[in-house]
């Protein structure tokens, strides 16, 4: 079932469940981002989410019926009697709609759906250096995480 949304600029963004249908426009939008396709990604993702819905949130956003930005978000049930948490696995708005609060909506949203089912908590990962991503996310009322997480390059040498 869609939902109509507007910002303050007037803009009605539709809120609609994605589909397999839209997957070449995700990852579109998310190349115009990234950089780079990552179609095998989002592939699996959406894949997994229609064939489980109770378990992901899969939101499009569309103005005229076109699709403009998206969230993905697994749903994970707690461990050991830990609350479910929910995972921002991706959260994108095409460039060209950037200010349009299509990303705002959709966080809302999600939000919204997350208190419906009961999940106090979601979570995502940035990277470091997208301080504009950064940014949206402390705007939304993400804060640092208890955890770090630590990488390295297990091909590279290490002396120690």
Known sequence: MAST???????AVTL???TADDLEAVVAIDKEI???PREAFFARRMDAALKDPGGFIYLGACIDGELKG???????TGEFGE?????LDALSVDPSCKSAGIGRTLMAN???IL????IAELQT???WTNSEMLAFFAKAGFERAAQTILTRDVAADLEW
Do not use: C, M, Q, Y
């Open 5 to 11: 949304k507007s910002d303050g600029n007037n803009i």
């Open 115 to 118: 208190r419906h089912k009961n």
């Open 125 to 127: 990962e940035a990277t």
């Open 34 to 36: 990234a950089g780079r």
């Open 83 to 87: 609350s479910s948490v929910g995972l």
């Open 110 to 112: 999600v939000e919204d």
């Open 70 to 76: 998206f969230a993905l978000v697994r749903l994970l």
């Open 16 to 18: 609609r469940p994605l």
